[in-house]
């Protein structure tokens, strides 16, 4: 198992940006695809990005793309979220999660909270209006 630590999180205006980092400890890091998901005020937790174990494969939610790029440093243990152009529909709790090793990189099996195995605690993003 890998211990995972989001960090962060925190209240920006729409429009602006924020750069979440998640922290792997206990395992070894780069044999597990880590993927971001968020979890709104009154709904379902939702996919956001995956990335593969090295890095060299990235996947995201329509959501997401064009607006958040998703990376990792496998000499450090941290795969980072960075996000642009924040609306307030953003507003959520942000977790990252690893999934088994040598897992394959599947892309519609990643989207499904199922596939991971190991979650962190979260980190609340907030954008105004």
């Known amino acids: 198992q890998v211990q995972l630590v989001e960090s962060g999180g925190g209240l920006v205006q729409a429009g602006g940006s924020l750069r979440l980092s998640c922290a792997g400890s206990?395992?070894?890091?780069?044999?597990?695809?880590v993927g971001w998901f968020r979890q709104g005020p009154g709904t379902e937790r939702e996919f956001v990005a995956a990335?593969?174990?090295?890095?060299?494969?990235?996947y995201y939610a329509d959501s997401a793309k064009g607006r958040f790029t998703i990376s990792r440093d496998n000499r450090q243990n941290t795969v980072a979220l960075q996000m642009t152009s924040l609306k307030p529909e953003d507003t959520a709790v942000y977790y990252c999660a690893a999934t088994g090793p040598s897992d394959a990189f599947i892309s519609f099996r990643l989207m499904r909270s199922t596939a991971y195995r190991d979650w962190g605690q979260g980190t609340q993003v907030s954008v105004s209006s």
């Open positions: 206990g395992g070894t890091f780069s044999s597990y695809i």
């Open positions: 990335i593969s174990s090295s890095g060299g494969r990235t």
